[in-house]
C-alpha cells in the first residue's frame, strides 16, 4: 500500500462515486477501478460493498477511509512544515573573521544566502585568528575564517578558492614605495612592524632567514586597522595581508618576494552540535563555492 493509492481511495470515499472521483484525479475510470481493486487484494478485505446500489463502506472501509485521513493530513502537514522552514527559516550566526581578503568572499555567500533566507541574521566578530580560535573553542561562534598556519585538527572546514597574499604596507613617499615588490635584503635596517599571532610571526621570520640581524624590528601588531597610524606617523614598513583596506592614496602595498600565501579555512566545529539555521549555511556556503568554481 502506497501513499498515491490512499489518495485514490479518499477521493473516492469523498466524491462518492468512482466516476467522478477518476475525473477530479486526472485519471480514467478503469484505472482508478483496478487501483482500487489491488487495494483490497494486498489488504485481503472487501473495502465497499458493491452488492448495494448506493455508494457503501464495508467496516473495513470506513476504518481505513479514517486512518487513510489521518495519513494524508500528516503527510500534508509534514510537506508544509519543511517548506515553510525552508522558505521562512530564521536565527542569528556568528563568525568570526579577520582583516583579510576573504572576508569579501563570506560577504558575497552571506547577500546570497539572506536573499534566500530573509529572516536569518549575522553577527560578525573581528580579530586575530588566534582569538576566533580561541572564542570557537568555547562555542562564542558558529562559523569562522581561519587563516593558515592554524591547527584544523578539531574542525570541519571549506577550503576557501583565494588565498591570501603578504606584503609590505607603507606609506606612499616611502623608499621602496616605487618597487614592484618587496624582499628581505630591501628591509634591511628599515624599521620594521609584524603581525603579533606567533605562527604568523614565525612564518614571516623564517622568511626573513639570513636577515634577521639586519632588521630593525620597532614592534608587533594584532590588528592591521592599528598599523595605519603607525605606518603614517613612524614611517615604518609593516608586514601584513594584502585587503581593501590597504588600498589609499596615503599608502601603498607591495607583495614579498618570494611571496607569502596562505589558505583560508571556513571552519565550524567537528563535535559542536549546529542549529538547522546553520547547517543551512553551510551546505549553502558549499554549494556556493562549488558553482563559483565550475563558472570560473
Known amino acids: 500500500m502506497n501513499f498515491r493509492i490512499l489518495v485514490y481511495f479518499l477521493a473516492v470515499v469523498r466524491e462518492r462515486s468512482i466516476t467522478k472521483a477518476a475525473d477530479m484525479l486526472h485519471i480514467t475510470q478503469p484505472t482508478l477501478s483496478r487501483q482500487l481493486m489491488q487495494l483490497e487484494e494486498d489488504l485481503g478485505v472487501k473495502l465497499f460493498d458493491r452488492s448495494q446500489r448506493r455508494f457503501t463502506l464495508t467496516p473495513a472501509g470506513s476504518f481505513l477511509a479514517q486512518r487513510a485521513s489521518d495519513i494524508v493530513e500528516l503527510v500534508e502537514k509534514t510537506e508544509h512544515d519543511i517548506k515553510d522552514q525552508e522558505t521562512n527559516l530564521s536565527g542569528n550566526i556568528c563568525f568570526g573573521v579577520g582583516e583579510i581578503a576573504s572576508v ?10 539572506q536573499q534566500k533566507y530573509p529572516n536569518v541574521t549575522f553577527e560578525l566578530f573581528t580579530g586575530t585568528t588566534d582569538i576566533i580560535h580561541q572564542k570557537m573553542e568555547k562555542g562564542l561562534l558558529d562559523i569562522a575564517l581561519l587563516q593558515e598556519p592554524i591547527d584544523m585538527l578539531n574542525y570541519n572546514f571549506l577550503t576557501l578558492p583565494q588565498q591570501e597574499e603578504m606584503g609590505i604596507l607603507m606609506r606612499a613617499d616611502a623608499e621602496l614605495a616605487d618597487k614592484a615588490s618587496v624582499t ?33 624590528l620597532i614592534g608587533t601588531c594584532n590588528l592591521l586597522g592599528n598599523a595605519f597610524p603607525l605606518v603614517e606617523h613612524t614611517g615604518c614598513y609593516a608586514i601584513t595581508v594584502k585587503t581593501s583596506m590597504t588600498d589609499s592614496n596615503s599608502f601603498c602595498f607591495r607583495p614579498l618576494q618570494p611571496p607569502i600565501t596562505t589558505r583560508v579555512f571556513l571552519a565550524w566545529r567537528s563535535s559542536a552540535t549546529t542549529s538547522i539555521t546553520v547547517q543551512k549555511f553551510i551546505e549553502f556556503a558549499r554549494c556556493f563555492l562549488g558553482i563559483r568554481d565550475a563558472v570560473k
Open 104 to 113: 569579501n568572499l563570506l560577504a558575497e555567500i552571506i547577500n546570497a544566502f
Open 184 to 216: 628581505a635584503d630591501d628591509l634591511e635596517n628599515k624599521p620594521l612592524l609584524l603581525p603579533t599571532r606567533l605562527q604568523l610571526h614565525s612564518l614571516i621570520l623564517n622568511w626573513l632567514s639570513g636577515n634577521i640581524s639586519k632588521i630593525k
